[in-house]
């Protein structure tokens, strides 16, 4: 009996032994386990959005066209504003002071030179017309006294120094007619028909671009008003002033011709030459004033928006597809590759200027060779249903 009790106390230690070993690892199990352990990873694959796939009896229905090889001067364009020349733009100025009592052009006319512009009563055309008179009665006096020494000196009733005094008196009082006369013709006065009333006339042929003088407003270059009456601009020929960047200023040289496109006439294509590259930069846009001159057939307004597109001596290589092969998206241009197994996928290129026939200019983004889908707007639209 004895035996059989140690035997079953030993039995029961044993079973204690192997729980309390197992018991450490059941715990661990339970921590690896816990709620604060991430979850597995999901990988969900996405189909590229630029690529449709249509029905293999449908492929058929968009056609295949290889872009065509352009070889053409690299190209450079800027935008650009209307000017007038300051060589042709000639300030109108009354050079007598007074009051102006007629106006006969307005701002915006076209005048021609010698065309009546203002009338100005003026005080000055009266103390000018005095001097002439007295200057003329001083050279006549003048005049008299040099010729009676010249006969006294013939027969030698007075000296050569008399004589001399005498003639240097009638060249100084001919010089001060002279003047005087000079200063009603300054004025616009006729000595043989004097009036206060002064006429200024047009300079010059050309549009009326400044009018800074009104009736009975004041006139002259001394007053407080302003010194110029009007502005007239000769539009025959304008300047057309670029902002090129100062990276492709290399490009560029005087003499070099342009074409320019005008906003409000798109399809009027004018030529230009290139008359001055400025030589400062604006410090902010980083950009140099080019001036155009320009023939004016008569439709450039200053201030005018244009486009001016300058060619370069080397060339460039460029795709050329049909235009219905571009698709504008959301201010993007596209086309359609043919990707196989009845898909297409949508490339993004850089469009350039419209051709003859329908074609497109393709700067960048495919190359010649490839094939585009000739309408890429209907492929669009299956791939939206």
């Known amino acids: 009996m004895m035996r059989l009790s140690i035997r079953v106390s030993n039995r029961w230690a044993l079973l204690g032994l192997l729980l309390a070993v197992s018991l450490p690892f059941t715990g661990c199990k339970k921590q690896e386990s816990g709620d604060g352990a991430p979850p597995p990873a999901k990988v969900t694959s996405v189909a590229d959005m630029n690529v449709i796939t249509v029905d293999t009896d449908k492929v058929s229905q968009f056609p295949l066209q290889p872009a065509e090889k352009l070889e053409e001067a690299s190209q450079l364009t800027a935008t650009g504003t209307v000017a007038a020349d300051v060589s042709r733009t000639i300030p109108v100025i009354s050079l007598a002071n007074g009051r102006v009592v007629e106006i006969k052009a307005r701002l915006d006319d076209y005048v021609k030179k010698g065309d009546l512009l203002l009338r100005v009563q003026s005080p000055d055309v009266s103390s000018a017309y005095n001097a002439y008179l007295k200057a003329v009665n001083d050279e006549q006096v003048a005049n008299k006294a040099f010729l009676r020494a010249k006969e006294l000196l013939d027969h030698g009733a007075i000296s050569e120094a008399m004589f001399e005094q005498a003639e240097g008196a009638e060249k100084d009082a001919k010089a001060d007619l002279t003047a005087a006369e000079e200063q009603l013709k300054v004025l616009g006065v006729d000595k043989d028909h004097p009036s206060s009333i002064v006429?200024?006339?047009?300079?010059?042929?050309?549009?009326?671009?400044?009018?800074?003088?009104?009736?009975?407003?004041?006139?002259?270059?001394?007053l407080s008003g302003s010194a110029t009456a009007f502005t007239i601009a000769d539009l025959s020929t304008?300047?057309?002033?670029?902002?090129?960047?100062?990276?492709d200023i290399a490009k560029l040289q005087r003499g070099q011709s342009a074409e320019i496109h005008i906003n409000a006439y798109p399809d009027k294509v004018l030529t230009g030459r290139i008359s001055d590259i400025g030589p400062v930069l604006d410090p902010n846009l980083r950009t140099a004033k080019v001036r155009l001159e320009v023939a004016n057939p008569g439709i450039l307004k200053i201030g005018m928006f244009v486009s001016a597109t300058f060619s370069g001596k080397t060339k460039e290589t460029h795709a050329v597809v049909p235009a219905t092969s571009v698709l504008h998206l959301h201010d993007r241009d596209w086309v359609f590759l043919p990707a196989g197994n009845s898909q297409f996928k949508r490339t993004e290129v850089h469009a350039g200027k419209m051709l003859n026939n329908g074609r497109q200019e393709i700067n960048s983004g495919i190359a010649p060779g490839q094939q585009v889908v000739t309408n890429a707007l209907s492929l669009e639209t299956v791939g939206d249903q």
């Open 238 to 247: 304008v300047w057309i002033l670029c902002d090129v960047f100062e990276n």
């Open 199 to 222: 006429n200024v006339y047009a300079p010059i042929s050309g549009v009326i671009v400044s009018q800074n003088v009104t009736q009975s407003a004041a006139a002259g270059v001394t």
